[in-house]
């Protein structure tokens, strides 16, 4: 770990924490909310977290920041930069522990996507993350510190972010890690955090029906979907929630969400596996369940990994499987491939993750409690 402002170890994390419960802090200290407004400013507006730099602050209050507040960012264990000009930084977390983020620029937008956990529990059958198991948590401050790393390392054009989108899609359930994540959020769309639109902001989940619904009553940044499948079956093996949680229950939820957040339609992904899901049959099952519903179908052509039995889905089956779709009214995009050179692609990110869950497929799921 390190960081400019290099504070007390115990100190408390003022990264990530949302402005109302920044203005406590301050009111423990004695001091007005305004200094809260102030801290944000200087933290995300300006990117700088050493309170001797804080010139508007008091000289009292920078010195007990300085011993009070914890400042410090992961450290960039490597850096991997694409031929497509896909970034992916490993940060240390401590314990031995790395997560990995990853830039991935296009045309008039940059996304950013940050991991929020120490691996997954989940254990989904085609991703890298989920095969290597789960660690812990990632808090508040240790997602946004993510946000801050890339910025720093991007630089700025024009005197503006390169980061336009942020996306919970890298290590980890975010709705497992639910109150750092909805804490994250709010920075991510605050006037004195990000200001980034709720609509440039997405939660991904695999499928977590009781915190989907809590999502909805606390934030309304944009919701994806893992869906992979179009029956419960099927999805039972890709996607082993959906055995606590299957597609009917799920699909609830989403149309649920959307009403409530008032959301233009939920993103459902589907990774094209050879011989797997990537059948007629499979897309006229998706029409069943997502048309004339408020819904995008994203399919992304399979990213293997070390281990994985599974091949990508021939560009000619990608291409039957989407018209079929699109005749029906749905909205399908194929994502293209980023990054998959330097392992930063959808489904491959590795980090390194001292286990702590080793049960079989299927108890795992009983094994892990949700952070609410």
């Known amino acids: 770990m390190n960081g400019p402002a290099q504070a007390a170890v115990s100190g408390q994390a003022l990264l990530g924490l949302p402005r109302a419960e920044l203005e406590q802090v301050f009111a423990g200290y004695g ?4 200094r809260a407004r102030q801290l944000m400013r200087w933290m995300y507006g300006r990117g700088v977290l050493d309170p001797a730099a804080m010139t508007d602050m008091s000289l009292a209050l920078r010195e007990r920041l300085a011993v009070d507040a914890d ?9 991997q930069e694409s031929a497509d000009g896909t970034v992916k930084w490993r940060l240390r977390v401590g314990s031995g522990q790395l997560v990995e983020t990853v830039f991935i620029p296009e045309e008039g937008r940059g996304t950013l996507c940050v991991s929020s956990q ?47 989108n942020i996306v919970f899609m890298g290590m980890g359930e975010p709705l497992a890690n639910f109150r750092p994540v909805v804490q994250a959020c709010s920075v991510l769309i605050d006037d004195l955090g990000y200001q980034l639109s ?3 902001v997405t939660v991904s989940t695999s499928g977590l029906v009781p915190q989907i619904r809590k999502l909805g009553q606390e934030t309304n940044v944009a919701l994806a979907v893992s869906l992979h499948a179009p029956d419960d079956e099927l999805r039972n093996q890709l996607v082993p929630i959906n055995r606590r949680h299957p597609i009917a229950e799920l699909l609830e939820a989403c149309w649920e969400y959307a009403e409530l957040t008032n959301a233009v ?22 029409v069943k369940l997502l048309a004339n519903r408020p819904a995008k179908l994203n399919l992304i052509p399979f990213n293997p990994f070390p281990g994985s039995n599974y091949r990508r889905s021939s560009g000619a089956a990608l291409d039957r499987f989407r018209q079929i779709l699109i005749d029906a009214g749905i909205m399908t995009i194929t994502r293209r491939t980023r990054g998959d050179d330097i392992a ?29």
Request: aromatic residues 6%; glycine residues 10%; hydrophobic residues 40%.
């Open 265 to 286: 339609g939920i993103t459902f992904e589907y990774v094209m596996l050879a011989g797997v899901n990537d059948a007629e049959s499979h897309a006229r099952g998706l």
């Open 71 to 79: 400042f410090r960012l992961p450290e960039i264990d490597a850096c």
């Open 198 to 200: 709720r609509r440039r």
């Open 118 to 164: 120490v691996g997954c529990a989940i254990n989904c059958s085609f991703c890298a993350t989920g095969h290597q198991g789960f660690n812990r948590n990632l808090g508040a401050a240790e997602i946004i510190a993510q946000v801050i790393i890339a910025n720093r390392q991007l630089g700025l054009i024009e005197g503006r972010s390169r980061i336009t």
């Open 344 to 372: 930063a692609a959808c489904g491959q990110l590795a980090g390194q993750v001292n286990n702590r869950v080793r049960v079989p497929l299927g108890s795992r799921l009983h094994e892990v409690t949700w952070h609410n």
């Open 31 to 34: 001091e007005k909310p305004f």
